[in-house]
């Protein structure tokens, strides 16, 4: 089975900072790693996803996250963030063997500050 | 494409009434996913379906719990009798087979439930 954990449930910050969301999961297989961003009164949608190859991902509105095997992190990144960028993220870890079931994270508020 | 629908967008009822959210997935797309999010649990599957068989109900919370899905264009999950702690935002998410679309799920806007 795998798990996923969020440490920060909220997270303020100025605009134009930078911000990392963390995460970190557990699984005994390999796995596929994703973030998805939620806006207020809106579905989730997919930011990034890791599945193979450089172990940097770059998504969608200037968010990266870094995958780190050895440390089970894959912590979200955005050197300068918009008041647009407030939202819930959600990191999330499947087992990359094909069976489909996505094991998210407890998710992140992002509060972007004027 | 219209996306995932999902109706209604916000339910409130009463302890004991039978509550139905539908589900209306992405045209092509062949497995669906319902979700509940809740403050205390964050955001859990409940159960997914591949070409309208039910793969793994195992998320499902209880025998109250029900989901069905009749065809390629139509989900439903019911709630027999509801409860207060049902009150949640439950999502509908569909994604395609293939490898550019792996794992990407399309997510609904949701159905807030309120249960009094």
């Known amino acids: 089975a795998q798990s996923v954990t969020q440490l920060d449930s909220q997270v303020p910050v100025f605009e134009e900072a930078p911000v990392e969301l963390r995460c970190n999961y557990s699984s005994s297989v390999s796995v596929y790693l994703f973030w998805y961003v939620q806006y207020p009164n809106q579905g989730l949608q997919l930011l990034l996803k890791y599945l193979s190859g450089s172990t940097l991902v770059k998504g969608i509105n200037g968010f990266e996250a870094e995958f780190n095997k050895s440390q089970t992190s894959f912590h979200l990144r955005k050197p300068s963030v918009h008041i647009s960028d407030t939202a819930e993220y959600f990191c999330a870890v499947t087992p990359s063997g094909g069976y489909q079931k996505v094991t998210f994270g407890t998710g992140t508020k992002l509060q972007v500050i004027p | 494409d219209a996306g995932v629908i999902q109706s209604p967008r916000h339910e409130v009822t009463e302890m004991g009434q039978e509550v139905t959210l539908r589900c209306k997935p992405i045209?092509?797309?062949?497995?669906l996913f319902w979700y509940r999010q809740t403050m205390m649990r964050g955001l859990e599957l409940l159960i997914y379906f591949n070409n309208n068989v039910p793969i793994d109900d195992s998320g499902m919370p209880e025998d109250r719990f029900s989901a069905k899905m009749p065809n390629a264009s139509f989900s439903t999950l019911k709630i027999q009798p509801s409860e207060p702690r049902d009150s949640a935002v439950y999502f509908c998410?569909?994604?395609?087979?293939?490898?550019?679309?792996?794992?990407?799920?399309?997510f609904g806007p949701g159905t807030r439930l309120t249960v009094l």
């Open positions: 045209s092509g797309h062949d497995y």
């Open positions: 998410a569909s994604r395609a087979r293939g490898q550019n679309n792996h794992q990407k799920q399309f």
